[in-house]
C-alpha cells in the first residue's frame, strides 16, 4: 500500500491530486483516534468520522467517504493473503475441535477482510466499532459486552486476542475479558509491557497453549 501511495502522482499525473489524498487519509487517521479518545459517541460515528475529516480538509464528506473506503478498506484486500500469519488455519481447528466459538471485532470493518483471507466460515460473529448496536471506538467496552450478548456468555468466559496493549488490553480489561496480545517476536519487549494484565505471545502455537491453560 505504501508502493501504491508513494506512485500516486505519476498514476494521476497531478502531485496537487495526490497530496489531497495523502492529507485526507492522514486526518482520517488522526481523526480516528480523537474519537477513541471520546469514549462513545451521541451521534453516528460511521458518519461522524467523515463529516470531521471534511470539516478540516475542506473537501466534500461524501467523497472523503469514497477516498477511505477505496484507500482503507478495497485497495488493501488483494494483499491480505499474503499477510496471513503462519498457524493461523491450525489455530482455527484447535478451536473448532475443543467447541470454542471463534469471532472478530475490530474498529474497522471486517467482512471482506474476512473474506480475502479465506476465515469468513471460521468466524460465528463479525463486528466493527461503528455497527449502530455498538458506535464505540476500543477501549470502551460496549462492543466486547456486545459480543458476549450475542453468544449468552459472561465476560470473564471470553479471551480477546488482539495486537495494541494501550487500546485491546485496556478495552478488553474495561469489559471484564481476558486478553492476550499477538504480536511478532521483534515487537515484543518484554512480557509486561502493558499497564493491564495479559498474555504476550508472538504465535498461534503460543496462543494456543494460553487456551489450553486458561479452559
Known amino acids: 500500500m505504501t508502493s501504491e501511495l508513494c506512485t500516486l502522482p ?10 489531497s489524498t495523502w492529507r485526507s487519509l492522514a486526518c482520517f487517521r488522526l481523526v480516528r483516534e480523537e474519537l477513541r479518545q471520546a469514549g462513545k ?16 480538509t475542506g473537501e466534500d464528506p461524501i467523497a472523503m467517504e469514497r477516498v477511505v473506503s477505496e484507500w482503507f478498506y478495497e485497495r488493501p484486500l488483494k494483499y491480505l493473503r499474503f499477510c496471513r500469519r503462519r498457524g493461523v488455519d491450525e489455530f482455527f481447528s484447535f478451536l473448532e475441535a475443543k467447541n470454542i466459538l471463534a469471532g472478530v471485532f475490530s474498529d474497522y470493518p471486517v467482512h471482506h477482510k474476512l473474506r480475502a483471507l479465506g476465515l469468513s466460515n471460521r468466524v460465528s460473529l463479525a463486528l466493527c466499532a461503528t455497527d449502530p ?3 464505540a471506538f476500543k477501549p470502551n467496552p460496549k462492543g466486547f459486552l456486545h459480543a458476549c450478548r450475542i453468544w449468552g456468555l459472561q465476560p470473564e468466559k471470553v479471551l480477546y486476542v488482539g495486537d495494541r496493549p494501550e487500546i485491546d488490553a485496556t478495552g478488553a480489561a ?5 486478553c492476550a496480545i499477538l504480536r511478532r517476536r521483534t515487537m515484543i ?3 509486561h509491557e502493558s499497564r493491564r494484565a495479559c498474555a504476550i505471545v508472538s504465535s498461534f502455537k503460543e496462543l494456543q497453549d494460553v487456551v489450553t491453560a486458561n479452559p
Open 133 to 135: 448496536e455498538i458506535n
Open 10 to 19: 505519476f498514476l494521476r499525473m497531478s502531485l496537487g491530486s495526490a497530496c
Open 174 to 178: 474495561n469489559a471484564g475479558m481476558h
Open 41 to 56: 459517541a451521541e451521534s453516528s460515528l460511521a458518519r461522524r468520522q467523515y463529516l470531521e475529516v471534511a470539516r478540516r
Open 189 to 191: 519487549r518484554n512480557r
